[in-house]
């Protein structure tokens, strides 16, 4: 079994916490929501206790599986976009829906980077725009609401990559730091060697 080293980990810890908590949250929400939705639509409520399910297996297996974080959080962004997609198509009475997506966008961008965060929003708005203007989805919006959502997304994704581009910025200025600090050590090791190097051909010297 692949061990994480300490880099890898202490990168991982952050995302792993994340992850616990909302396999845990969103677990005790969809069980909760399965009840409910059972008495209303049936689909609805059969999605949410596997989702439930899902996200419960998800957190054991983590918790013992520390180094399979990368492909955990992959399975947790697909199965949150699938459950997601579920709800903006079938439950056209929950108006507050749409908002679903800019969770999903924030933690792909969280767990996965820059890269993989701008696929993710972008396949977020082919999804909402597709099945809005395709006319078989009686989404219960309409097409400012839909507009007016595709330009918020794109608005958080300018707010990603500012805190991407600062957050790049200050890796590089610290990584910067400690290369100065590094070759000031090497220097100061080298001086301080070749101190005692003279200091030592003096004594001979004497000592003749």
């Not at 697909?78 to 439950?91: E, H, R």
């Not at 590094?182 to 301080?192: D, P, Q, S, Y």
């Amino acid at each position: 079994m692949t061990q994480l080293t300490q880099q890898d980990a202490e990168e991982a810890l952050p995302k792993a916490k994340f992850l616990f908590s909302v396999f845990l949250l969103a677990g005790m929400v969809a069980s909760f929501m399965g009840f409910v939705r059972w008495q209303t639509n049936i689909a609805m409520g059969m999605f949410d206790f596997i989702f439930a399910a899902l996200c419960f297996g998800l957190l054991i297996y983590l918790r013992n599986h520390l180094q399979r974080i990368e492909i955990v959080s992959s399975i947790a962004l697909a199965l949150s976009f699938i459950l997601f997609l579920a709800i903006y198509l079938l439950a056209p009475q929950n108006t507050m829906r749409l908002s679903l997506f800019f969770l999903l966008s924030a933690s792909a961008f969280f767990l996965k980077g820059r890269t993989i965060g701008r696929l993710w929003l972008g396949a977020i708005l082919f999804v909402i725009l597709a099945t809005h203007l395709s006319g078989h989805f009686a989404t219960g919006y309409s097409l400012l609401d839909i507009g007016t959502t595709c330009i918020y997304l794109i608005a958080l994704l300018v707010i990603f990559e500012n805190y991407e581009s600062f957050k790049e910025k200050e890796r590089g200025r610290k990584s910067l730091a400690e290369d100065a600090l590094r070759a000031k050590e090497a220097a100061e090791a080298a001086n301080h060697a070749k101190s005692l190097a003279l200091a030592d051909l003096e004594v001979q010297v004497e000592l003749r």
